[in-house]
C-alpha cells in the first residue's frame, strides 16, 4: 500500500513504552506506513508486575497483541536492530534493511551488573525479562541460598520473588538503607525490619567483594568486610543503564554517563529521529519508571500528528507494595529544597512511619515518603502535583483524623489536576466521564484508562466518581437510609457498644423521622443478632418485614407459605404423614424445596397458629425460612448409604442445622455437607460449604446460588469437627458483624479488603484476637434459641394478630384458588375477573 | 362480570385503640371494604385502602409505617411500594392514589367513616 506520499515511521523496541507510543498513535496515522522492531521473542508485556508472573496461577502480562496491531495497521518484525544508518535514512537487522522517514528509538535500558569479579559465573542472573524469570526459576530448582545484589525497587521484587521460590533469601545494600532513592534513613530503617520479619536477611552498607565460586558455579559471596555468605545463584539488581548504543554509532548525541539525549519535544540531536522511555535523557536525567516513558510516548505521537504536546521532565514519585509492604515516595522526597521543613510520624506499634517535607511557610507539600501505610499516598501526592495550599494544619496530613472526620483535601482538588500520571489523565476528564455515563470504576477505566497503569490513584478515582455521583444529585453514602447517617456495620457496632435494646431508643439517640422499611428490619435483624430476643414481642414487632411479623412468607396473593424444619433433609415416615395431613386439612399446595424441605403453600394468614399448632404438636419445629438467617444444611447421605462417601455428612449437617437454626443474619444463609468430593449437596453453592476428605473436612465459604451464582471459596482444609465449628462460628459472626444490610457473603467478601487472605487472618489465624469474642457470641446465640412458634402460640395476646380482619371473621374473598394438577394455585386477574364480584374502590 | 357492590359511606367502630400496636396496622372491613388501618402515634391514626394496586393483593395493613422526609407511608408488604397515608398518593408516581377514609378515635374506640 505504499504510495510516495506516506511516510515511513519505524519505531525500534517493543517494551512498555513502545507499545503505550503505537497505541498513542493509532487512528492517527493515516498517511503513515509503521513497522516496529521487537527483539525479544514476544510482543510488549507489564515489566512492572514481572515478579507476579512467578504467581499461580500465572497472570497475562501481554500488552501488545498481534491482532491490535493488525488492526491498528502496524508492521511488526521481530528482530533485533543492529544498526543505524542516519544518512540513507535505513535501518538495519542481520537480514533486511528498514527505510525511514521518522525513526523512534524505544530500546529502553539494561539491567547493570557491577564489576564483581566471578559476576559471569553459572548461577549469576539480571532481572528484567521474562526469559530470566523463566532461567532464575529452572535453577532455583537446585538451589538452597540466594542473593539479590541491590536493595532498591526491582531489586527486593526479586529477592520476594527468591523468596516465594523457596529459597533462603539475602539482600546485599551498598548503600546504608534499603531503597535509597527513595526512602529516607528513617524509613529505610522500618523497611529493612520489616523485610527481615519476613524471613529475608538485609546486609546494607556492604560491598561485595568477589563472588566465591566452584568450578564455574557460584557458591558464595565474599564481602569488602572479609565476611562471607553461602549463596548458589545471584541476582543483579543494581540499577539499569539506557541502552543507548545504536544511537552512539550513528552519531547522535549522548550524555556524558549515557542516554540519547532528547529536548522538549523529544527530538534527538537529528531531528528526525526521536528517543522515548529508559533509553532517553532529558536534561541530564534518565527516568526509571514508567510514568515518564509513557508521558514522552504520547508527547511524540502527538507530535508526529501535529501536534505541539513537550516533555518537560517528570515526577518521580512512587508507590508500591513491596513484598507486601507499602512504600511510597513523591516529590523532593528528601528536602532538597532551600528552606523546606520536615515533619514526621511514627507509629512504631503498627509499623508506619510518614515524612512530610513542607515549603518554608508550610502551606504546600514539597515531597514525603511512606513505609507501612499509603493510604495518605494519594491525597498527599495530589497535594503536591497540584501544588495545592495544605487544608487545615500540615499536622493533619500526618496523624489520622479522628473517626467521623476526615481532611477536606479531596473535595478541592482542581479540574485540571492530574490524578493518573501513568495515563495522564487529569479530574477533568474523569469527571466528564461520570457525567457520560461511566458511573463505576471499571467503566471509569474502559472510558478515560485512569487507573489502568499502577493503579495507586484508584482511591482518588473513587473519591471523585463519588464525589461527582454527588454533584449530579445521586445517592452515594452507605448510610442505610434517611433515617440514619450510619452503614449497616455502623448501626451494628453503635448498638452493640452502647447496649440498645430498641428500635425506639437507637433512632432516638442516633436517628431522625419515624423510620421506615430498609431501617426498621435492619435493626430488628441486629437486635436479633446481638440479643436473640422473641421478635415478635412489643417494641419488635412492627419493625418486622411482614414474613418475620407472620412468621411465615408471604406470596403473591397476600397468603403464606409455611415450611418447618428438616434438619439436613432427614425427615421419619411420620413426620412425612403429618405434613400431608397438614395440608390436606388446610388445602395447601406441597412444593420439595431446593434446600431439602417441604413448603405447604396458599395458607391464609388467620390459617396460620392453627397450622402451626398441629405441626408442633407432631415435633416440628420453626424453619425460619421466613427470616434473614439460616435457613436450611443441605447434605448428602455420606458415607452411611453412599458407597463412595468418606464421612458422615447427614449427621454434621443436622448438627450444624440445630446449631445455627434461628441466627438471624444480613441475608438469609444456607449451608451444605457433602460426603466425598463428588459433592451431591451442592456445598460449594452455598454460603458455607464443607467436603469431607479422607482426613477431614474442607470449609468453604462465601457461595451462593441466586441471581449472580458464585462458587464458594476454601477456607481451611482437612479440620476436625470441633475446629471445623470454631472458624464456621467466626465466620458467620464476623459476616453478620460486618456485612452491610441484605449483602450476601459472597458480595461481602468481594468488599472485604484484603479479601480471602484477611478472611483466613482473621478466622484461621485470628490476627485480629476477636475469634473468642465471635465464638462466645455465637455460643450466646446457641443457648438462647427458641421456637418463635412455639412461643407464638403460648401467647394469646399475639394470637389475635393473625385474623385478616380486626372486626370480623371473614376471610380476603380476594383470595381465589385455582386447581391445576391436583392441587391449588393462586388464580390470575384474569380467571378472577369471571369468578367473583368486584369491590370498587371510592 | 362486575358487579358494584358501593354502600352510603357511615361512621363504624372497629376495634379499641389498644387493639391497634403503636407504629403497626391492621385490617378492618367496613361496608364491605377492606380498609387497613394505622396507629402512627400515639393518638394518631389513619385508615387507607388495603388493596396495593401494584400486586393486586389486600396487604398494605401488614407493611411497614415510616416516614420520607415529613411525609407519613406504608410500605406494601410485596413490592415495597410506598404510598402517603395521609393522601393515599404512590410516593413515586403521584398518578396513582389508592382511596383514604376518615378515622377518629372516641373514648378508647376506634371508628371509621367508610
Not at chain 1, 532455583?140 to 527486593?156: D, F
Amino acid at each position: 500500500m505504499s504510495t510516495q506520499n506516506t511516510h515511513r515511521l519505524l519505531v525500534i523496541g517493543n517494551g512498555m513504552v513502545g507499545h503505550k507510543f503505537l497505541e498513542a498513535l493509532q487512528n492517527k496515522t493515516h498517511n503513515m506506513e509503521v513497522t516496529v522492531l521487537c527483539e525479544e521473542p514476544r510482543l510488549a508485556y507489564d515489566r512492572v508486575h514481572l515478579t507476579s508472573y512467578f504467581d499461580q496461577p500465572r497472570p497475562d502480562l501481554a500488552m501488545g497483541r498481534i491482532e491490535d496491531y493488525q488492526a491498528w495497521g502496524i508492521r511488526v518484525v521481530m528482530e533485533k536492530a543492529t544498526h543505524i544508518d542516519r544518512e540513507q535514512k535505513t535501518v538495519h537487522t542481520a537480514t533486511r534493511a528498514l527505510k525511514y522517514d521518522t525513526l523512534v528509538l524505544a530500546t529502553g535500558s539494561y539491567p547493570f551488573v557491577p564489576p564483581i569479579q566471578g559476576k559471569d559465573a553459572e548461577g549469576c542472573f539480571v532481572y528484567r525479562t521474562i526469559e530470566d524469570l523463566d532461567a532464575i526459576h529452572a535453577y532455583a530448582q537446585t538451589s538452597k541460598e540466594g542473593v539479590v545484589i541491590g536493595g532498591g525497587l526491582l531489586g527486593l521484587e526479586a529477592a520476594g520473588a527468591l523468596k516465594a521460590l523457596g529459597i533462603k533469601t539475602h539482600v546485599v545494600e551498598f548503600a546504608p538503607r534499603l531503597m535509597p532513592v527513595q526512602v529516607d534513613e528513617q524509613g529505610g530503617k522500618l523497611l529493612k525490619k520489616k523485610i527481615e520479619n519476613m524471613g529475608i536477611a538485609v546486609h546494607t552498607s556492604t560491598a561485595t567483594q568477589s563472588i566465591d565460586l566452584d568450578g564455574n558455579k557460584v557458591k558464595g559471596l565474599t564481602f569488602a568486610d572479609g565476611k562471607s555468605i553461602e549463596a548458589q545463584m545471584v541476582i543483579f539488581s543494581a540499577g539499569i543503564r539506557p541502552r543507548d548504543e545504536l544511537a552512539r554509532a550513528s552519531g547522535l548525541e549522548v550524555g556524558e554517563r549515557g542516554g540519547i539525549t532528547i529536548n522538549e519535544a523529544c527530538q534527538t540531536s537529528d531531528p528526525s529521529v526521536y528517543a522515548i522511555g529508559e533509553c532517553a535523557l532529558y536534561k541530564g536525567r534518565i527516568y526509571g519508571l514508567v510514568a515518564p516513558g509513557y508521558t514522552m510516548a504520547r508527547v511524540v505521537a502527538d507530535q508526529l500528528t501535529g501536534g505541539s504536546s513537550e516533555f518537560t521532565g517528570a515526577d518521580m514519585s512512587t508507590k508500591l507494595k513491596l513484598l507486601g509492604v507499602d512504600v511510597g515516595s513523591f516529590g523532593d522526597a528528601f528536602a532538597q529544597t532551600s528552606g523546606s521543613e520536615e515533619m514526621f510520624f511514627t507509629d512504631p506499634l503498627k509499623g508506619t512511619y510518614k515524612k512530610l517535607v513542607l515549603s518554608a511557610d508550610g502551606k504546600k507539600v514539597l515531597g514525603g515518603v511512606l513505609v507501612g501505610d499509603c493510604s495518605d499516598y494519594s491525597n498527599l501526592h495530589s497535594l503536591f502535583s497540584n501544588a495545592m495550599d495544605i487544608p487545615g494544619g500540615p499536622e493533619h496530613l500526618l496523624v489520622p483524623a479522628p473517626a467521623g472526620g476526615g481532611t477536606q483535601v479531596k473535595a478541592t482538588l482542581p479540574m485540571t489536576a492530574t490524578v493518573c500520571s501513568c495515563e495522564n489523565v487529569s479530574k477533568g476528564s474523569i469527571c466528564e466521564a461520570v457525567v457520560g455515563g461511566a458511573q463505576d470504576i471499571p467503566s471509569i477505566k474502559k472510558c478515560t484508562r485512569a487507573g489502568t497503569g499502577c493503579g495507586g490513584c484508584v482511591p482518588m478515582v473513587t473519591d471523585i466518581l463519588k464525589e461527582q455521583l454527588l454533584l449530579l444529585g445521586q445517592e452515594v453514602n452507605n448510610n442505610i437510609c434517611e433515617h440514619f447517617d450510619y452503614s449497616r456495620q455502623e448501626l451494628f457496632d453503635v448498638i452493640r457498644i452502647k447496649e440498645y435494646r430498641t428500635f425506639g431508643e437507637v433512632l432516638e439517640k442516633h436517628g431522625h423521622g419515624m423510620g421506615c422499611e430498609i431501617c426498621k428490619p435492619a435493626v430488628a435483624s441486629i437486635l436479633a443478632s446481638l440479643y436473640n430476643e422473641y421478635i415478635l414481642k412489643q417494641e419488635h414487632a412492627p419493625l418486622q418485614d411482614t414474613n418475620d411479623r407472620f412468621l411465615a412468607n408471604m406470596q403473591k396473593d397476600g397468603t403464606y407459605s409455611v415450611v418447618p424444619r428438616v434438619a439436613g433433609g432427614e425427615i421419619t415416615p411420620e413426620k412425612l404423614i403429618v405434613l400431608g395431613e397438614v395440608a390436606r386439612k388446610y388445602n395447601l399446595y406441597c412444593k420439595i424445596t431446593g434446600g431439602q424441605r417441604i413448603d405447604l403453600l396458599g395458607a391464609r394468614q388467620e390459617h396460620l397458629p392453627e397450622i402451626w399448632a398441629d405441626l408442633i404438636a407432631a415435633g416440628f419445629e420453626s424453619g425460619h425460612a421466613y427470616g434473614k438467617s439460616l435457613r436450611t444444611v443441605k447434605t448428602c447421605v455420606g458415607e452411611t448409604w453412599c458407597r463412595y462417601g468418606v464421612q458422615d455428612s447427614t449427621t454434621l449437617g443436622i448438627k450444624l442445622e440445630e446449631r445455627y437454626k434461628g441466627l438471624r443474619s444480613p441475608h438469609k444463609l444456607k449451608g451444605g455437607v457433602s460426603g466425598c468430593t463428588r459433592e451431591c449437596a451442592e456445598a460449594q453453592g452455598k454460603d458455607f460449604g464443607i467436603i469431607a476428605t479422607e482426613k477431614g473436612w474442607n470449609l468453604y465459604v462465601a457461595g451462593n446460588g441466586g441471581m449472580k451464582p458464585k462458587h464458594a471459596l476454601l477456607l481451611a482444609a482437612d479440620l476436625d469437627e470441633a475446629t471445623l465449628v470454631k472458624y464456621l462460628d467466626r465466620f458467620l459472626m464476623f459476616y453478620i458483624r460486618t456485612a452491610d444490610r441484605l449483602q450476601r457473603t459472597s458480595v461481602w467478601l468481594e468488599k472485604l479488603e484484603g479479601g480471602m487472605d484477611y478472611l483466613k487472618k482473621v478466622v484461621v489465624e485470628d490476627a485480629l484476637g476477636i475469634g473468642a469474642e465471635l465464638e462466645a457470641a455465637m455460643e450466646k446465640h446457641v443457648g438462647t434459641y427458641h421456637c418463635e412458634w412455639k412461643e407464638t402460640l403460648g401467647n394469646p395476646e399475639k394470637m389475635k394478630h393473625f385474623s385478616h380482619f380486626i372486626n370480623t371473621d371473614e376471610s380476603d374473598d380476594n383470595v381465589v384458588m385455582i386447581e391445576e394438577r391436583g392441587q391449588i394455585r393462586p388464580a390470575f386477574d384474569f380467571e378472577k375477573a369471571d369468578l367473583l364480584p368486584m369491590i370498587s374502590g371510592d | 362480570m362486575t358487579q358494584t357492590l358501593t354502600r352510603e359511606a357511615t361512621w363504624v367502630q372497629i376495634c379499641t385503640l389498644n387493639d391497634i400496636v403503636l407504629h403497626a396496622g391492621v385490617a378492618a372491613k367496613v361496608n364491605g371494604k377492606q380498609i387497613a388501618i394505622f396507629r402512627v402515634e400515639e393518638n394518631l391514626l389513619y385508615a387507607i385502602s388495603n388493596f396495593d394496586p401494584f400486586t393486586r393483593a389486600n396487604v398494605l395493613s401488614r407493611g411497614i409505617i415510616g416516614t420520607r422526609g415529613d411525609v407519613y407511608k406504608v410500605a406494601s408488604p410485596l413490592l415495597k411500594h410506598s404510598f402517603n397515608l395521609q393522601t393515599g398518593e404512590y410516593l413515586d408516581d403521584p398518578s396513582v392514589t389508592i382511596p383514604t377514609y376518615e378515622v377518629r378515635v372516641e373514648d378508647g374506640k376506634v371508628w371509621v367513616r367508610a
